[in-house]
């Protein structure tokens, strides 16, 4: 896939290749990463075929309005301030879907039609299994400020487990999650719980990280995330301890062997390195691609793109444990001398 972003947002430009397998999104708060993901969530789903104009007009503009829930659904508050339009071209297995946005919240689609994926995923910050029961009738009803991701994993989260065979590398990684969450999730009285041998917990009982791994688990059971789809997960390691990261590197790096398209955004130095190094010694199983968001002298932000963190000119994760031993030094020295 190909994106190409212009004036939207926190974005002055951005042009890049995603990876097949995984692309790791950096770059300090506010730059613009879950805009990128949100508008290319939005573009894969626009229906494919050739369809009238006005229709994928109204299309786009919807799902751009649920997912960024801009005041008074003013589409023109996307446009980064004092520019007249931004652009948005997505390419994607010969498709290519562009469209023009101005201030004053005109839309107005060109290029072609992508091809839809599988199925698209896209997994917010905060967790949604927990606060599934109840959440879509007040959703629809009132009309919650949640953007449309909180939504549309909750219907994805509401699928009925598979009853055919898995693949075996999908049975695997299921296995894995069930492991390491110590039972296996599934729906009951309209909330989920956690089976195991010792009875049942309600997932809000659980702690969030335990439940990040339950949603994936999830996911993976019902056959929502398969070859082919793509999945958007924005802070995947959020109130997570450590060592369980290190078991989401590994999972992530399975994930993408299984044949899913992964783009998700950290900003956890032990993360990101962990599917860093595992690209510079040959270790991982799929391609993988780092994509750095920092701020031009003109403002606004761009990025650049490597295979390894290594790689990025521009890394704030870095910057700031670098940062931090020359504060320790410093703080070492003036405790020598003084």
């Known amino acids: ?26 770059g300090t708060n506010g730059a613009g990463k879950s805009w990128l993901m949100k508008v290319l969530y939005a573009a894969l789903q626009v229906p494919a075929g050739d369809a009238q104009f006005e229709h994928h007009r109204r299309h786009i503009a919807d799902r751009l309005v649920s997912l960024f829930r801009p005041d008074d659904d003013r589409l023109g508050r996307l446009v980064r301030r004092s520019c007249p339009t931004a652009t948005v071209r997505v390419s994607r297995e010969g498709g290519r879907l562009e469209f023009e946005l101005q201030p004053d919240g005109s839309l107005t689609p060109s290029g072609g039609v992508l091809l839809r994926t599988r199925s698209q995923v896209f997994i917010p910050s905060r967790e949604s299994l927990a606060m599934f029961d109840g959440f879509m009738p007040l959703y629809n009803k009132y009309g919650l400020s949640f953007d449309s991701t909180h939504a549309d ?15 075996s590398r999908a049975t695997s990684i299921l296995a894995d999650l069930e492991a390491m969450l110590g039972g296996k ?13 010792d009875g049942e917990i309600e997932a809000h009982l659980l702690s969030e990280g335990q439940r990040k791994v339950g949603t994936l688990a999830r996911l993976l059971a019902n056959g929502v995330l398969t070859r082919g789809s793509v999945l958007f997960w924005d802070e995947p390691e959020a109130n997570m301890n450590p060592r ?17 398209q992964i783009i998700l955004t950290t900003h956890d130095h032990l993360l990101a390195q962990r ?15 780092f994509v750095s968001f920092f701020r031009h002298p003109d403002g606004g932000f761009v990025t ?19 940062s931090l031993y020359d504060d320790e030094r410093a703080l070492a020295l003036r405790r020598l001398v003084g």
């Open 1 to 26: 896939s190909e994106v190409y972003v212009n004036n939207l947002g926190p974005i002055l430009s951005s042009s890049l290749e995603l990876s097949p397998g995984i692309t790791v999104l950096l």
């Open 153 to 167: 994993l909750c219907e994805h989260l509401a699928t009925p487990e598979l009853r055919a065979p898995r693949g």
């Open 185 to 197: 999730i599934g729906l009951k009285g309209g909330h989920f719980v956690r089976a195991s041998p």
């Open 244 to 260: 369980l990261i290190s078991r989401f590197a590994e999972l992530i790096d399975k994930l993408g062997s299984l044949g899913v």
């Open 275 to 289: 599917l860093s190094l595992a690209a510079e010694y040959g270790t991982a199983s799929t391609s993988r691609q």
């Open 304 to 322: 650049e793109t490597a295979g390894t963190l290594a790689e990025l000119e521009h890394n704030d994760l870095l910057d700031e444990h670098v």
